[in-house]
Protein backbone atom coordinates (compact mmCIF):
# COMPACT_ATOMS: atom_id res chain seq x y z
CA UNK A 1 0.00 0.00 0.00
CA UNK A 2 2.99 2.20 0.85
CA UNK A 3 4.01 1.97 -2.76
CA UNK A 4 1.04 3.10 -4.19
CA UNK A 5 1.45 6.63 -2.45
CA UNK A 6 5.10 6.62 -3.59
CA UNK A 7 3.72 6.24 -6.76
CA UNK A 8 1.13 9.06 -6.52
CA UNK A 9 3.77 11.39 -5.52
CA UNK A 10 5.70 10.92 -8.43
CA UNK A 11 2.79 11.49 -10.62
CA UNK A 12 1.47 14.50 -9.06
CA UNK A 13 5.23 15.61 -9.32
CA UNK A 14 4.89 14.93 -12.91
CA UNK A 15 1.91 17.07 -13.38
CA UNK A 16 3.02 19.91 -11.60
CA UNK A 17 5.68 19.96 -13.53
CA UNK A 18 3.62 19.77 -16.55
CA UNK A 19 1.39 22.41 -15.47
CA UNK A 20 4.46 24.93 -14.51
CA UNK A 21 5.67 24.17 -18.59
CA UNK A 22 2.40 24.88 -19.33
CA UNK A 23 1.69 28.09 -17.79
CA UNK A 24 4.80 28.99 -18.86
CA UNK A 25 4.27 28.46 -22.68
CA UNK A 26 0.85 30.48 -22.23
CA UNK A 27 2.15 32.78 -20.07
CA UNK A 28 4.85 33.96 -22.34
CA UNK A 29 2.91 34.88 -24.88
CA UNK A 30 0.41 36.80 -22.45
CA UNK A 31 2.20 38.72 -21.08
CA UNK A 32 4.29 39.70 -24.24
CA UNK A 33 0.63 40.82 -25.73
CA UNK A 34 -0.53 42.64 -23.05
CA UNK A 35 2.71 44.56 -22.84
CA UNK A 36 1.77 46.00 -26.37
CA UNK A 37 -1.61 46.26 -25.79
CA UNK A 38 -0.78 48.90 -23.13
CA UNK A 39 1.88 50.21 -25.14
CA UNK A 40 -0.44 51.20 -28.20
CA UNK A 41 -3.26 52.19 -25.64
CA UNK A 42 -1.00 54.51 -24.39
CA UNK A 43 0.03 55.87 -27.33
CA UNK A 44 -3.21 56.26 -28.53
CA UNK A 45 -4.49 58.54 -25.19
CA UNK A 46 -0.85 60.56 -24.85
CA UNK A 47 -0.30 61.37 -28.11
Known amino acids: ?6 DDRGAQGASKGLVAFAWT ?3 IP ?6 NTVKAASALFTG
Request: hydrophobic content about 45%; aromatic content about 14%.
Open 25 to 27: LVG
Open 30 to 35: LVYGLY
Open 1 to 6: MSTART
